[in-house]
């Protein structure tokens, strides 16, 4: 077992619930950004604004993990 600085299993499993909530948004705006970056589609605005977005949830779940590793 881990030693836990004041950081309850209860806090640890929801803070992984919500890395992976960022996660799981991360791919679907990943997929949305490939859907019109196809050729037959090609909305090069909406590409953009989706791997813009697919980024940026990336970025939450890694200061997540971060986060969790300096308490663990």
Known sequence: ???RQNWSEECENKLNQQI??????SYAYMQMAS???R???GVDKLVKYFSNASMEEREHAEKFIKYQNIRI
């Open 1 to 3: 077992m881990r030693g």
């Open 20 to 25: 992976n909530t960022e996660l799981e948004a």
């Open 35 to 37: 859907y019109f970056m």
């Open 39 to 41: 050729q037959n589609v």
